[in-house]
């Protein structure tokens, strides 16, 4: 089968067909705008998006901490990002960092009570703005098959960056 956006010779290309094209389309549409809408409102409170994860997944943690690899897995952002992140959320005095006592390599970012403020006053709004534009808008068999379809889209790619990683990066998240 041709695909007319394309205009090579290229022959051996599995290319979408019209139901697979408009599941592709659907999914990047629907992701961006409904991230758009939730960035926006948590930008209104003073966060980003991952900053707003950073919070959530600390405050779920046992003892408000992770370590510093755990949490970038948990939030799929590389450790250089997660860094900056963390130093900026660091300075607004949301988390701090520590030192792990067994091992020098290992650091933890801590919750503070600062951050767990910042995360209940955001809630709300958060929580409106995720209902409004996703959850909703569908009905619990359309949450349950959304879910169990996110997932497996995730592991699979998931699995593809473990089989991708270069030398020096954990090749496969914990989570």
Known sequence: MNNPCYSGGVTETRWLDEREMRAWQAFLIAGALVERR???????????????????RLALAEDGELRMT????????SKSGLTYQIGQMEKAGLVRRRNCKFDVRGVFACLTDAGRAKLDEVAPGHVATVRQYLIDILDGEQLDNLAETLEKVAAQAARSECA????????CPTS
């Open 38 to 56: 939730v960035e926006q409102q948590l930008k209104e409170q003073g966060l980003s998006l991952l900053q707003h994860e950073v919070l959530v």
């Open 70 to 77: 755990e949490l970038a897995d948990s939030v799929v952002s």
């Open 164 to 171: 991708t990683a270069t030398e020096g990066e954990d090749p």
